[in-house]
């Protein structure tokens, strides 16, 4: 079973540009999160898909964020315009059922706005 | 709403030395914990987790965790550290937010095992 791929690896942008994180769940996963980690500090959770629908995007840090989850299968972060502070890891995670289970992680996209 | 406190952000030991790394959560009502851990260059794996039962749970790598209620607390220990275990550790808990489990962080403890 293949697990949690994000792409990119690592994205390197100049402020005001626009970038597109893009997160696969592992198939069948119906719960999808992302969260970001700026160095040092906590993993902070972003949002909650489960299949299509944004369950809780409670964390999405401003309106410059934009989260979708087409067909309930792979999903996007977009940030634009990137700011510096909006550099750090973005991870995704998903998980089988609507309870409470394991979060199978993805590698990461280590986003640096310069 | 739920918060993970991870007392110790960096840990620097020798081989073979005991490994303790303290969690606290708040939260009041029924939660499942976990450790995760991220070796350099790799993503997140989990460690461990408990969610019911003997409150003493054991793990991959010999890493144990014992959940104390009455502390909130979830702290995971290694009676023998590898440089192997040098990594990034993460405690979570699960609790519910609004209708949906939402995995909650602590800010990581970093471990480096010298050989």
């Known amino acids: 079973e293949a697990g949690v791929t994000q792409f990119p690896s690592h994205s390197v942008i100049e402020k005001g540009q626009t970038v597109t994180l893009r997160c696969d769940p592992i198939?069948?996963?119906?719960?999808l999160y992302w969260y970001r980690r700026v160095m040092g500090k906590e993993i902070k959770f972003l949002l909650h898909?489960?299949?299509?629908?944004?369950?809780?995007e409670s964390g999405m840090p401003n309106n410059r964020f934009l989260a979708e989850r087409t067909g309930g299968t792979y999903s996007t972060l977009k940030v634009q315009p990137a700011e510096l502070e909006d550099s750090g890891v973005y991870f995704c995670?998903?998980?089988?059922?609507?309870?409470?289970?394991?979060?199978?992680f993805g590698q990461g996209t280590r986003l640096t706005v310069v | 709403a739920q918060s993970v406190s991870q007392h110790n952000h960096h840990v620097i030991l020798s081989e073979a030395a005991s490994l303790e790394l303290g969690c606290n959560y708040s939260?009041?009502?029924?939660?499942?914990l976990f450790w995760y851990v991220q070796y350099p260059g790799q993503h997140l794996q989990l460690l461990l987790k408990y969610f019911s039962g003997d409150p003493l749970v054991k793990g991959i790598k010999g890493f144990e965790a014992e959940f104390i209620k009455s502390k909130f607390s979830f702290n995971l220990r290694k009676p023998s550290v590898q440089w192997s275990d040098t990594a990034e550790y993460f405690c979570a808990v699960n609790a519910p937010v609004r209708g949906s489990y939402i995995p909650t962080f602590g800010r990581g403890t970093s471990l480096i095992v010298h050989p």
């Open positions: 939260y009041g009502g029924t939660v499942n």
């Open positions: 198939s069948g996963h119906d719960n």
């Open positions: 898909f489960v299949k299509e629908s944004k369950q809780d």
């Open positions: 995670a998903s998980s089988r059922f609507r309870g409470n289970t394991e979060a199978f």
